[in-house]
């Protein structure tokens, strides 16, 4: 354990190694956003197509996870 908080008050007081792991931390977060946005599109294009082919809207909310309203906004 005092090895690794050593390591840790090395990479804190080292700007050029806290600005590196900033930029990680920040495109890990925007990676993540993103992916969850494409999932979310993907989904509600399927509901655009099963609503198109007359699947009740709670069938579609079962399927694809999106709400009632969500749908209803498709």
Not at 57 to 63: M, S
Not at 69 to 74: G, H, R, V
Request: no cysteine; aromatic share 6%; glycine share 8%.
């Amino acid at each position: 354990i005092q090895e690794a908080q050593a390591k840790l008050e090395k990479i804190r007081s080292d700007p050029e190694l806290v600005h590196a792991y900033d930029l990680y931390e920040q495109t890990r977060i925007d990676y993540k956003f993103g992916i969850q946005g494409a999932r979310l599109e993907e989904r509600q294009g399927i509901a655009r197509n099963l609503k198109a082919m007359g699947i009740p809207a709670p069938q579609i909310a079962q399927g694809t996870g999106l709400s009632p309203d969500e749908i209803a906004k498709l």
